[in-house]
């Protein structure tokens, strides 16, 4: 690759308040990190000429511990930030609640396959000019109160916006807001913008027109709970009240609205699903969402054995993902054997951890997402009884579960110790502390991935797509990316047959879903597995062919290339 596949005239910055940029660097805490990771991996493979703005998170998101019962405690992590990453010299400076906070940043390049490089600007308060608690700013993500994540987005906008103004990093054409926490650089620009006008607390429809031009804004939730709100009077101490009066439109019940900030700030929206586009219409009615469907960076989640099966049938496919849809000429013999590779460090690293005593031949079904009530973990063990008789008439069966509950959700952590429970009473291990190592061996190395959400709360999910990269087919609710991928019995299977109506007068969704999930298991999944093993393989190609070669962020980056940074200057339809 001699010549840049993509040729720009200006640069983009990509703002998140996490970024997964490496297994040993705590800089997220889960699917939104990992896809910034992943995004910002495929542009660098693209030659796009783009920079990361992010906060440097000395603390990490937590380290999770887990007692005997499965009770989880946390920890802060250690890391060593010296080994990743420069510092670099310029030092800016922010004003958070009448205070001067001292912000400067480290670099860490994000290396693409031709050799161009990304860089990722890691914020950090932790300068001897700061107060101690200022310092402190940049430790925890997530953590702390509402004053401690306001002045977090307060740093990540106007902190990360004035480095790249000091660091002289090119001229950036358009700021891509994954995320509502980025929202406080739509202010920043505002400022920029009006100079040295007169401020009246009005902003002028053309400084509107300009910042909006140059941003673009991803949602990624559709639980209230992801969007972040802060009350009117923290606002006021934390901005200012010049600040406030220039944002005063994106108040909402007595609150500062991130997520309507960046909508009135952006010139294209988008979800990041075919379906969250959708609901998050629903949810913003006056504003033109699209859809632009997550994927993740194929080089990163194919498993050794994987890449090595593709880089002997499909020698291009590092560099043209579209080319895993010839996955379907391999031999049915070499994916099983690469899968069966994979599968067998997952099952030794399961027995090392846990004790659990997997078998190597059993059909084992992985579940991993964050530990929280929609995500339902625990559905599968809806009737205990029913999954027994499974276990003892069809076929063995074992489940292999990961996940962190955050600090506060007590939900959560209640549901990772019933998890456990269900040790004594079926084949089920728990790995703590879960992150981008951990998850690439339970992608690759389960035989099914399960996923229950509670629709329509799935904004997109990216595990499935790590799995089908694998060729692990998915056995899914119809919600998030699983409605594009899903062809039933060829790329997985379907509990249930809608996304929001239960397919029985049953008003019990978790029953109708739990039924749906065991006569799937029972009729079609275990079935398949243990008495038609080339079948299972074929749908183990298909995985590969249909979803790994569309659901990756090559794909994705293409798309927002052509739809919402248009760096020729154009104008996005509908906007």
């Known amino acids: 690759m001699d010549q840049p596949l993509i040729k720009m005239p200006a640069r983009v910055a990509y703002f998140s308040m996490e970024i997964g940029l490496n297994p040993l660097m705590p800089t997220y805490a889960g699917g939104l990190g990992v896809l910034a990771g992943d995004t910002i991996r495929s542009a660098a493979d693209l030659e796009v000429p783009m920079v990361g703005v992010t906060l440097l998170h000395r603390r990490g998101y937590f380290?999770?511990?887990?007692?005997?019962?499965?009770?989880?405690?946390?920890?802060?992590?250690a890391w060593s930030v010296g080994d990743f990453a420069e510092p670099l010299e310029p030092q800016v400076?922010?004003?958070?609640?009448?205070?001067?906070?001292?912000?400067?940043?480290?670099?860490?390049?994000?290396?693409?396959?031709?050799?161009?490089?990304?860089?990722?600007?890691?914020?950090?308060?932790?300068?001897?000019?700061?107060?101690?608690?200022?310092?402190?700013?940049?430790?925890?993500?997530?953590?702390?109160?509402?004053?401690?994540?306001?002045?977090?987005?307060m740093v990540l906008g106007f902190g990360g916006f004035a480095l790249l103004r000091?660091?002289?990093?090119?001229?950036?054409?358009?700021?891509?807001?994954?995320?509502?926490?980025?929202?406080?650089?739509v202010l920043a620009l505002i400022e920029e913008a009006l100079g040295t006008r007169p401020q009246n607390g009005d902003v002028p429809p053309d400084v509107i027109e300009r910042v909006r031009e140059q941003c673009v804004f991803t949602t990624h939730t559709p639980v209230p709970a992801g969007h972040d709100q802060f009350p009117?009077?923290?606002?006021?101490?934390?901005?200012?009240?010049?600040r406030c009066d220039l944002v005063q439109a994106c108040q909402h019940q007595g609150a500062l609205n991130m997520t309507l900030l960046a909508l009135r700030g952006s010139r294209f929206v988008n979800g990041v699903a075919m379906r969250h586009g959708e609901v998050s219409h629903s949810l913003y009615p006056g504003y033109p969402i699209h859809s632009i469907t997550n994927g993740v960076h194929a080089v990163t989640w194919a498993a050794p054995s994987f890449q090595n099966l593709y880089d002997r049938h499909l020698p291009d496919w590092r560099y043209d993902q579209l080319s895993l849809r010839y996955a379907i000429s391999i031999p049915g013999q070499e994916i099983w054997a690469a899968h069966r590779e994979a599968k067998l460090a997952?099952?030794?690293?399961?027995?090392?951890?846990?004790?659990?005593?997997?078998?190597?031949?059993?059909?084992?079904?992985?579940?991993?997402?964050?530990?929280?009530?929609?995500?339902r973990g625990m559905l599968v063990f809806h009737d205990i009884e029913r999954l027994q008789r499974l276990a003892k008439e069809v076929g063995a069966i074992q489940f292999v579960f990961a996940g962190k509950a955050h600090p506060q959700d007590q939900v959560g952590k209640e549901m990772i110790y019933r998890l456990h429970e269900m040790r004594g009473l079926l084949s089920v291990a728990y790995l703590a502390n879960y992150d981008m190592t951990l998850a690439r061996l339970l992608c690759a190395g389960v035989d099914v991935w399960l996923n229950t959400p509670l629709p329509p709360m799935e904004a997109s999910g990216t595990s499935g797509m790590k799995a089908a990269m694998n060729g692990v087919p998915s056995l899914s609710v119809l919600d998030g990316w699983w409605v594009e991928g899903h062809i039933e019995g060829i790329t997985g299977w379907s509990i249930g047959e809608k996304v929001e109506v239960c397919p029985t007068p049953s008003s019990d969704l978790d029953a109708c879903h739990a039924a749906a999930l065991y006569d799937k298991l029972e009729r079609q999944?275990?079935?398949?597995?243990?008495?038609?093993?080339?079948?299972?393989?074929?749908?183990?190609?298909?995985?590969i062919a249909i979803n790994g070669a569309f659901f990756n962020t090559q794909r994705m980056v293409g798309q927002y290339l052509r739809n919402a940074y248009r760096l020729n200057g154009q104008s996005s339809h509908g906007l």
């Open 63 to 77: 380290y999770q511990r887990l007692d005997r019962k499965g009770w989880q405690s946390e920890e802060a992590v």
């Open 93 to 153: 400076s922010v004003e958070i609640d009448g205070r001067t906070v001292q912000v400067r940043a480290w670099r860490y390049q994000v290396k693409g396959m031709s050799g161009h490089t990304v860089p990722v600007y890691l914020l950090d308060t932790t300068l001897a000019e700061n107060s101690p608690w200022d310092q402190t700013i940049t430790d925890s993500l997530y953590g702390g109160d509402l004053y401690y994540r306001l002045c977090q987005e």
């Open 166 to 185: 000091a660091l002289g990093d090119g001229d950036i054409f358009r700021f891509h807001l994954n995320e509502g926490h980025a929202a406080l650089l």
């Open 232 to 242: 009117a009077d923290l606002a006021h101490r934390v901005l200012g009240s010049r």
């Open 346 to 375: 997952l099952v030794d690293e399961v027995n090392r951890e846990t004790n659990a005593g997997f078998d190597r031949d059993v059909l084992t079904v992985g579940f991993a997402r964050r530990a929280t009530a929609y995500k």
């Open 525 to 543: 999944v275990m079935p398949c597995f243990y008495q038609h093993r080339e079948g299972f393989i074929e749908i183990m190609k298909h995985a």
